[in-house]
């Protein structure tokens, strides 16, 4: 599976959109690309996944670039529920989540 | 919630004792698997059902077993428990197979071995 690259920790301030950045430079044509978060002590939660085309649901977007190599998840108007570790997590052909060190997202008031 | 249920919520056992971790997939997902989380570090994969057969496992010694039953639910079995084995085990339901598929996670069960 792709090895994927984030920074440990983030802030953003209450009502603001949280650009949570992600590098997976050696992933595959056939590999997607998944957002969890967890919140302390509980299950991973799915936020959205994508291919190769920007997606977005009720809980984010996810804008992917042109070569792959990188895609940031976007959550529009980060409320203080949004605070929580964030993992970007490349799909490959085992089917396993690997999951990284993540990102912490704090949001402030 | 997820519809992904996960029992006990939390047990307690001694070094070398047997244990037994259940799971109920969300209606419709015929696809089980299992992760243990340490304290502070990310969910490991431990192994994956689909229909009742084990597709993929991950770094884990024999020791870990597991099931799936006709009607998807799970278990995880973990025999001669080691101090190490403290964790939070997860379980992820989805439909199917494939790089395609969402898994939707549990609330976990916490196992502390003393």
């Known amino acids: 599976d792709a090895k994927t690259t984030q920074p440990p920790s983030m802030d953003c301030a209450e009502g603001r959109a949280a650009n949570l950045p992600c590098n997976h430079s050696?992933?595959?044509?056939?590999?997607?690309v998944y957002w969890y978060r967890q919140i302390h002590s509980q299950g991973p939660q799915y936020i959205i996944h994508?291919?190769?085309n920007n997606e977005t649901n009720e809980m984010a977007s996810l804008i992917i670039t042109e070569d792959r190599k990188s895609s940031t998840l976007i959550l529009p108007h980060a409320t203080l529920r949004d605070t929580a570790v964030y993992y970007c997590?490349?799909?490959?052909?085992?089917?396993?989540?690997?999951f990284g060190t993540g990102t912490r997202l704090t949001i402030i008031p | 919630e997820t519809g992904v249920t996960q029992s006990p919520t939390h047990l307690i056992k001694t070094r070398g004792q047997q244990v037994t971790l259940r799971c109920s997939s969300q209606?419709?997902?015929?696809?089980v698997s299992w992760y243990q989380q340490a304290l502070g570090q990310g969910p490991q994969f431990i192994f994956q059902?689909?229909?009742?057969?084990?597709?993929g496992r991950g770094n884990f010694p024999p020791r870990f077993s597991g099931l799936q039953f006709p009607n998807y639910s799970s278990e995880l079995n973990v025999n001669a428990l080691e101090l190490d084995d403290s964790a939070l085990y997860l379980c992820?339901?989805?439909f199917g197979r494939g790089r395609n598929n969402e898994q939707f996670f549990g609330p976990g069960t916490r196992l502390t071995v003393l």
């Open positions: 992820a339901s989805s």
């Open positions: 050696t992933i595959s044509g056939n590999e997607y």
């Open positions: 994508g291919l190769k």
């Open positions: 997590i490349v799909l490959g052909g085992n089917e396993k989540l690997t």
């Open positions: 209606s419709g997902h015929n696809t």
């Open positions: 059902y689909y229909r009742e057969e084990e597709n």
